[in-house]
């Protein structure tokens, strides 16, 4: 039985197939004819053939788009796979292809090409495999009202098998339902608001360019400060400030004293100039945007008077007055006792010892003085 040569230019061929002498055939067959790849991953493609008896494989390579290259050179030793391409697979069946780092350019078709001993027993398969390369882009709304659901796809050109993973801001998301290449949000709170992208298993690193997330929600977390905190001075100043969470922004801020009925002002700042008695209350404030308003709790103005150390001041000041006017008063009275005891020493006093004299004596020259005559006599022996 002779051998069946068909030419390798015939360009109607997608099979190129050589019976051999004992019947076995040239094929090839590839795991997969398909292939979506995600921009930046690594590719593998496999298949496996078999040869007429009695040849010897000599070479076995891939070559890209055989339709448009008649010479079917061997794809590495072409300048853009340089470092990117790996042959595996023993020397009998496998034949595989690993090309790392896919770009958009790397989209053709690849085919094995196998060359044997006998230089007229060549092979070539085709169709190959298709390649087709994609990248992630998130389709979403820009912006949902609090309340509302909404869905976020992670668009491809081509269908990929790996498993979608979805990110919030850079973290996995594991809460939220996924269902094939859709992020569900049920009842969107202002919370979900953020950048979201997506990934596939496998290549967890290639993310999608980041998708940003609005959320329009009513005014939160609506509260009051005041300054300067403390103790409030009768005729000094005081300012009320309004602070919210809102998206919208917040756009009009009403204020109002507990008890009335009307408000007492408008702003994000309210200021009491010159406080009094009559300002002391709670003092609340609202605020209001496009989807709702919101008041604030209640905020204390009290009334203190002066400080503390005014009042001190003046205890001071008091009993220093006090001392001042009791020493004044115990001065006068001493001075007074002292001369009601001088008065009545108008008459000379004497003291007599022995003998008395009864001499003349000299009229005293000052109703106040006090003599004392002392006589002594020597004792005679």
Same mark, same amino acid.
């Given at each position: 039985?002779?051998?069946l040569r068909v030419p390798?230019?015939?360009p109607?061929?997608c099979?190129?197939?050589?019976?051999?002498t004992?019947?076995t055939e040239?094929?090839?067959?590839?795991?997969q004819?398909?292939?979506?790849a995600l921009?930046?991953?690594?590719?593998?493609?496999?298949?496996?053939f078999t040869h007429?008896?009695?040849?010897?494989v000599?070479?076995?390579?891939?070559?890209?788009?055989?339709?448009?290259?008649?010479s079917?050179?061997?794809? #590495?030793q072409?300048?853009d796979?340089?470092?990117r391409v790996?042959?595996l697979?023993?020397?009998?069946?496998?034949v595989?292809?690993?090309?790392?780092?896919v770009?958009?350019k790397?989209?053709?078709?690849?085919?094995?090409?196998?060359?044997t001993d006998?230089e007229m027993q060549k092979?070539?398969?085709?169709?190959?495999v298709?390649l087709?390369?994609?990248?992630?882009?998130?389709?979403?709304p820009e912006e949902?009202t609090?309340?509302?659901t909404?869905d976020?796809?992670c668009?491809?050109?081509?269908?990929?098998t790996?498993?979608?993973?979805w990110?919030?801001?850079?973290?996995?998301l594991?809460?939220k339902?996924i269902k094939?290449?859709?992020?569900?949000?049920q009842?969107?709170s202002s919370?979900?608001?953020?950048?979201y992208?997506?990934a596939?298993g496998?290549?967890q690193?290639?993310?999608?360019?980041a998708?940003?997330l609005?959320v329009?929600?009513?005014p939160?977390?609506?509260?009051v #400060?005041? #300054?300067?905190?403390?103790?409030i001075v009768?005729?000094?100043?005081?300012t009320?400030?309004?602070s919210?969470?809102?998206?919208?922004?917040?756009?009009?801020y009403?204020w109002?004293?507990?008890?009335?009925?009307?408000?007492?002002?408008?702003?994000?700042n309210?200021?009491?100039?010159n406080?009094t008695?009559?300002?002391?209350g709670?003092?609340?404030c609202?605020?209001?945007?496009?989807?709702g308003?919101?008041?604030s709790?209640?905020v204390p103005? #009290?009334?203190k008077?002066y400080p503390?150390?005014?009042?001190?001041a003046?205890g001071v000041g008091?009993?220093?007055?006090?001392l001042?006017v009791?020493?004044?008063v115990?001065?006068?009275?001493s001075e007074?006792?002292?001369?009601?005891q001088?008065?009545n020493t108008?008459?000379p006093i004497y003291?007599n010892e022995g003998q008395?004299?009864?001499s003349?004596?000299p009229?005293?020259?000052d109703?106040?003085s006090?003599?004392?005559?002392?006589?002594?006599f020597k004792?005679q022996r």
């Amino acid at each position: 039985m002779t051998s069946l040569r068909v030419p390798l230019s015939f360009p109607l061929l997608c099979l190129l197939m050589i019976v051999g002498t004992f019947g076995t055939e040239w094929s090839v067959k590839y795991n997969q004819q398909e292939i979506c790849a995600l921009k930046g991953s690594t590719v593998f493609m496999n298949g496996t053939f078999t040869h007429p008896e009695g040849l010897t494989v000599t070479e076995k390579f891939w070559v890209i788009d055989p339709a448009l290259n008649p010479s079917w050179p061997d794809m #590495s030793q072409n300048p853009d796979y340089s470092g990117r391409v790996e042959y595996l697979g023993d020397e009998q069946k496998l034949v595989s292809l690993k090309l790392r780092d896919v770009m958009k350019k790397d989209e053709h078709e690849y085919c094995v090409r196998i060359k044997t001993d006998q230089e007229m027993q060549k092979y070539l398969q085709r169709p190959g495999v298709r390649l087709t390369v994609t990248e992630l882009h998130v389709e979403a709304p820009e912006e949902v009202t609090e309340g509302q659901t909404a869905d976020l796809t992670c668009k491809t050109t081509c269908s990929l098998t790996d498993p979608f993973i979805w990110y919030k801001n850079g973290h996995p998301l594991t809460t939220k339902t996924i269902k094939n290449n859709q992020l569900h949000l049920q009842t969107v709170s202002s919370e979900d608001a953020g950048s979201y992208s997506c990934a596939v298993g496998g290549s967890q690193h290639l993310h999608s360019t980041a998708h940003s997330l609005r959320v329009r929600y009513p005014p939160k977390n609506v509260s009051v #400060s005041i #300054s300067p905190s403390g103790e409030i001075v009768e005729g000094s100043s005081v300012t009320l400030t309004c602070s919210s969470d809102g998206n919208p922004p917040v756009k009009n801020y009403t204020w109002f004293k507990e008890g009335g009925t009307s408000p007492v002002g408008s702003g994000q700042n309210y200021i009491i100039i010159n406080i009094t008695a009559d300002h002391t209350g709670l003092y609340y404030c609202e605020a209001q945007n496009d989807h709702g308003a919101l008041r604030s709790a209640g905020v204390p103005v #009290s009334f203190k008077g002066y400080p503390v150390i005014l009042y001190v001041a003046l205890g001071v000041g008091l009993c220093f007055i006090f001392l001042v006017v009791l020493t004044a008063v115990f001065w006068r009275c001493s001075e007074s006792r002292r001369k009601r005891q001088d008065g009545n020493t108008d008459q000379p006093i004497y003291a007599n010892e022995g003998q008395k004299d009864h001499s003349p004596r000299p009229p005293p020259e000052d109703k106040s003085s006090v003599y004392a005559n002392v006589a002594v006599f020597k004792k005679q022996r």
